[in-house]
């Protein structure tokens, strides 16, 4: 059985500045990816950044970077340079073998101008 | 085709009718999830398919709920005697391993029950 765990329903954060929003998680497999999800208010889900956990070197994507702390089963997202475009709902993932993909309940992001 | 596709995009019905909602998956794709997504609220878990295996429909919150997949292609979310409650986006989305186990999704399905 898979869990995530997002323990920050909302979080806001001023324009340029940097927030990092947080997730644990807890598998049985041994070979998994992690995901981070951002919905906008369109409610289109786009992927934002996705770790295989057999790297050790954490993922990035220009302004977004994790820190994935395998042993403590953490894998927190850090956007830098925050933009008003960044508002949105993120959703931490994980999927394992082939088992379904299970998702945290969401932490809500307003970059404030 | 080149993402996943819903249909319909938005659907307006009566309480007590049947409503079929269409998801299309990315070619190739052997794992296709469904998803209900209410105003404001989190993604809630319908059902998994993964290739012929048996789906994992743990998530269906009724037996008003069912899903059909035709192989790996096209799947149908059937919900009968729509409900009030049922109004949500239904979002579907499909995965494969040769895409790194990535969930694409599509842009949902809007239903109102009225």
């Known amino acids: 059985a898979q869990t995530v765990t997002q323990s920050q329903p909302e979080m806001s954060v001023q324009e340029a500045e940097t927030v990092t929003l947080s997730c644990t998680y807890d598998?049985?497999?041994?070979?998994?990816?992690l995901f981070w999800y951002k919905q906008p208010p369109s409610r289109q889900m786009i992927l934002v950044i996705r770790?295989?956990?057999?790297?050790?070197q954490n993922a990035t994507e220009n302004r977004f970077s994790v820190n994935f702390q395998k042993a403590a089963k953490s894998f927190s997202l850090k956007i830098s340079d925050s933009q008003l475009g960044d508002t949105a709902m993120y959703f931490c993932a994980s999927r394992g073998g082939y088992q379904k993909v299970t998702f945290g309940t969401g932490t809500k992001l307003q970059v404030i101008p | 085709g080149a993402g996943v596709s819903q249909s319909p995009s938005n659907k307006v019905t009566e309480k007590g009718k049947d409503v079929e909602l269409r998801c299309d998956p990315i070619?190739?794709?052997?794992?296709l999830y469904w998803y209900r997504q209410r105003l404001g609220q989190g993604l809630e878990f319908l059902i998994y398919f993964q290739g012929n295996s048996a789906p994992d429909k743990s998530g269906l919150p009724s037996d008003r709920f069912s899903a059909e997949r035709t192989g790996e292609s096209v799947s149908t979310l059937t919900i009968q005697r729509t409900q009030q409650e049922d109004s949500a986006v239904y979002l579907c989305a499909s995965s494969s391993w040769d895409s790194g186990n990535t969930i694409y999704f599509g842009e949902g399905s809007w239903l109102t029950v009225v």
């Open positions: 598998t049985s497999e041994s070979n998994y990816y």
């Open positions: 070619s190739g794709h052997t794992a």
């Open positions: 770790q295989e956990a057999y790297k050790q």
